[in-house]
């Protein structure tokens, strides 16, 4: 027992060390924007009326992290809590799921991510989203439709226990998710279900802010879609415009921190050498966020993983409201 308890020791503190000297020897710091690099539309299409909205972070399970994993120039000293998380949108025509967080079976899909991939994902304090979610109290009469920033393993985990719902992602994150196997971040066991009811997320040749294409989901402009290159090759994004001039921006897997848009930086070389797909694509992505954040400095920008950064959209079962 003795000599396991010293072995997984021993692998730990040979686990931070590779990080460590990974972090020093291929960092990539990303340099100041060019302004003219991302151009901006003309302000996005004023609607009459936007609908009421309800939102809320449901948070699915939690890990602790260092920081410096998180984003690079981040402390190694300074531990960070990360959240596998759903994001709700009660809209009149829908109850809207974004990512479904980690799910009831996650436990006995997690068993096929590679061994050496393991030790470096992760969760804890696990609440699925299944065992939360009281529709008739959030979003009464409206049928669930889920969407997803990507299909790796932590954003569609729960999907399978939502029979019946509708699965709105791109064609291409599909295919990726379907032939990566369970390499990359995706575990093929959470989406193999004949029962799931895919849609195709398909943007338009529509500008919306700084992004080219975009799709605006209910064709109100409470909630505009965007694809997000780089992390995987159907990364989507979503906008969400409250009548009352809130917004936010729900970046997926983007940026794994706040700090990740905001300096821009990339995550822990590491991580981002397993987790993102195209390394250049990713730091456009970044580059492109900054640029809103600098735009807009009232737009809430929440990374999927960065518990600090939900707090503006509230956390289930509490939720904002406008009207
Ligand atoms: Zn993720």
């Known amino acids: 027992m003795m000599a396991k308890k010293k072995l997984a020791i021993m692998l730990l503190a040979s686990l931070v060390l590779i990080l460590f000297i990974a972090n020093v020897v291929t960092r ?6 060019e302004k003219d690099t991302y151009s901006f539309a003309s302000a996005p299409a004023q609607e009459t009326k936007k609908p009421e909205l309800r939102l809320s972070m449901m948070v699915t399970a939690t890990v602790m992290a260092p920081e410096a994993v998180m984003f690079e120039g981040g402390s190694w000293f300074k531990s960070r809590k990360m959240g596998h998380s759903a994001i709700l949108l009660c809209h009149p025509d ?6 479904t967080g980690l799910g009831r079976d996650i436990d006995q899909q997690f068993k096929a991510m590679p061994f050496y991939l393991k030790p470096l994902f992760s969760y ?3 609440k699925p989203a299944t065992e939360q979610l009281d529709i008739e109290s959030f979003c009464p009469g409206r049928k669930l439709q889920i969407a ?3 299909l790796h393993w932590d954003h569609a985990s729960g999907i399978e226990d939502f029979k019946g719902a509708p699965v709105w ?3 291409e994150e599909l295919s990726s998710g379907r032939n990566s196997g369970n390499k990359a971040g995706y575990l093929g066991n959470q989406f193999d279900s004949s029962d799931i009811q895919w849609k195709p997320l398909d943007f338009k040749k529509q500008n919306y802010e700084n992004y080219k294409n975009s799709l605006d989901f209910f064709g109100d402009g409470s909630v505009i879609f965007v694809p997000m290159g780089g992390h995987t090759k159907g990364s989507a994004g979503m906008f969400v415009n409250f009548a009352d001039g809130r917004r936010f921006f729900f970046t997926g897997d983007t940026s794994w921190s706040l700090e990740g848009f905001a300096r821009p930086a990339h995550k822990h070389a590491l991580m981002r050498k397993i987790v993102d797909g195209n390394v250049s694509e990713t730091e456009q992505e970044l580059r492109r966020v900054h ?8 737009l809430h920008v929440i990374p999927a ?10 956390i289930y079962p509490d939720y904002l409201v406008n009207n």
């Open 305 to 314: 993983h960065d518990y600090n950064a939900y707090v503006p959209a509230a």
């Open 124 to 126: 804890e304090i696990l």
């Open 148 to 150: 997803l920033s990507h």
């Open 94 to 99: 829908a109850l809207l799921m974004f990512d």
């Open 28 to 33: 990539a710091p990303i340099m100041e924007v």
């Open 291 to 298: 640029a809103l954040m600098q735009l807009y400095p009232d």
């Open 169 to 171: 992602t791109p064609a």
